[in-house]
């Protein structure tokens, strides 16, 4: 069983935005996708609505750190810091699990971070695939990603020593195929045993891409990230710390 207990999440900054797509499929902006069904909600949700967020007024020290710390609790999938002429321009945004979990953010609204409080209002995804395409300086026109992720970008470093360890890391980008032994040799010598391994199940009974392991503690949570961007198969890895609140949510959602 997962212990109590736990602080903020944290997760990967800017990168393989494909996969951040296929493991959330309700995220795909085409208005044609059929199929498609939100992750823990039921086969109404419309899957045309993305879960971003945009923050104005932010410090201009301000670090995806800090933004992770005011939404804490809430799960966050992507942050971009906005910048102009190569400089932080003070706004952000801020790209969460779930459209409900978007709607828990702009409840921060006017909270500070440092002495600087912080506008967090809606926004639309296009907004969000411009300030990226405007950034890494493509050509062509990004007025309609026709369902597609926007662009790459250069990836800002998430210095994942700072964050604060629990027992549990959170896995991202596994094969829709893993099986829990297949985690298991992944970490080697962690000495972990399948019952400790959490693989995460949609309503339709595939897996969703991520993962939860319990270590015996939270040194031990640290030392495992020594795997981070490691391959199962032809999949890099991403390794995140988590929570054991975080973990048994989506133990929950699974069995929904």
Do not use: W
Not at 209 to 216: I, K, R, S, T, W
């Amino acid at each position: 069983m997962l212990g109590s207990g736990g602080v903020s999440d944290g997760y990967g900054i800017g990168s393989k935005r494909p996969r951040m797509m296929e493991s959330h499929p309700y995220l795909a902006v085409s208005s044609s996708s059929s199929g498609y069904q939100s992750y823990g909600y039921g086969s109404g949700f419309q899957s045309s609505i993305f879960p971003v967020v945009r923050l104005r007024g932010l410090p201009f020290d301000c670090t995806d750190i800090d933004i992770f710390k005011f939404f804490a609790g809430l799960d966050i999938v992507d942050v971009f810091l906005v910048t102009k002429g190569g400089r932080f321009s003070g706004e952000a945004f801020v790209v969460f699990a779930s459209p409900m979990q978007a709607e828990f953010a702009l409840q921060r609204d006017r909270q500070n971070i440092g002495r600087r409080y912080v506008e967090v209002f809606r926004c639309k995804k296009q907004d969000y695939y411009h300030a990226i395409a405007a950034e890494v300086r493509y050509d062509g026109s990004y007025d309609d990603y026709h369902g597609t992720p926007p662009p790459s970008r250069p990836r800002r470093s998430l210095d994942k020593d700072k964050l604060e360890y629990t027992e549990v890391l959170k896995l991202r980008g596994l094969p829709y195929s893993v099986k829990k032994s297949d985690i298991v040799k992944f970490f080697g010598d962690f000495n972990l045993t399948d019952d400790k391994v959490h693989i995460g199940y949609r309503h339709d009974g595939k897996t969703t891409g991520e993962a939860y392991v319990e270590f015996v503690s939270a040194e031990e949570a640290k030392k495992a990230m020594c795997r981070d961007n490691k391959l199962i198969g032809t999949r890099y890895i991403e390794l995140f710390p988590s929570t054991p609140d975080e973990a048994r949510r989506a133990e929950s959602r699974s069995r929904q």
